[in-house]
């Protein structure tokens, strides 16, 4: 694009330079013409960004397909070792707290 920019700079000087009598005419059309090429730089900059992201999305997607797929698979499993888990805990805080326990009175 740094050539583009010095054809568009090189351009707007011959229009800054123009005399009354030169072609103003044609430095417009030189204008619109460097104009419309930077729209067209643009936009294919913006495909390829569009592109880019595109790609990335389905890249996501995939891996979240991948992911979500394990969950669903593991999630009955994952739910009865906590729901173990939690059980045990508020076993050990009920014992450790002295309530419920008959057996209590033998370790001392």
Do not use: Y
Request: charged content about 35%.
């Amino acid at each position: 694009m740094g050539d583009e920019e010095t054809e568009l700079e090189a351009t707007i000087k011959s229009f800054e330079e123009a005399k009354p009598g030169d072609d103003v005419c044609w430095i417009i059309k030189g204008l619109i013409k460097e104009i419309i090429e930077f729209q067209e730089d643009i936009a294919d900059t913006l495909e390829i960004n569009k592109a880019s992201d595109l790609a990335q999305a389905q890249a996501l997607e995939a891996s979240s397909e991948k992911n979500c797929a394990w969950v669903e698979s593991h999630f009955d499993a994952r739910r009865e070792k906590r729901k173990a888990e939690i059980d045990g805990l508020v076993e050990a805080k009920n014992s450790l707290a002295g309530v419920g326990s008959d057996d209590g009175d033998d370790l001392m």
